[in-house]
Nanobody, 124 residues
Framework: QVQLVESGGGLVQTGGSLRLSCAAS????????MGWFRQAPGKAREFVAA????????YYGDSVKGRFTIARDNAKNTVYLQMNSLKAEDAAVYYC?????????????????WGQGTQVTVSS
């Protein structure tokens, strides 16, 4: 069992930055692939970024590539999402997710555990 708690969301101006954190409890965090997804009102959940269990491979959605960076610290059981050059269209609830083994990183259904989400609001 893995419990995930996101933090770091808030209100930021267009062009600004935020760093989201996702703290995991439970054993064997280092064995899980981790992903970040987001969902805006009336829209489907969208893949943002993912990182494999070792941190050796990262993946990004096209809309955030070059602006967002995912990282993990297995010693702290935490995964991060650094978001730079934020745009109005980045506003959403951001969720972190954990999955183990053969995870299709861009597909929400393949992740087993989800956090409760953290709101990101971008103002112009």
């Amino acid at each position: 069992q893995v419990q995930l708690v996101e933090s770091g969301g808030g209100l930021v101006q267009t062009g600004g930055s935020l760093r989201l954190s996702c703290a995991a409890s439970g054993r064997a965090f280092s064995g899980y692939d981790m992903g970040w997804f987001r969902q805006a009102p009336g829209k489907a959940r969208e893949f943002v970024a993912a990182i494999n269990w070792s941190g050796g491979a990262t993946y990004y959605g096209d809309s955030v590539k070059g602006r967002f960076t995912i990282a993990r610290d297995n010693a702290k059981n935490t995964v991060y999402l650094q978001m730079n050059s934020l745009k109005a269209e980045d506003a959403a609830v951001y969720y972190c997710a954990a999955g183990r083994g053969a995870v299709a990183f861009r597909t929400p259904a393949t992740y087993t555990y989800w956090g409760q989400g953290t709101q990101v609001t971008v103002s112009s």
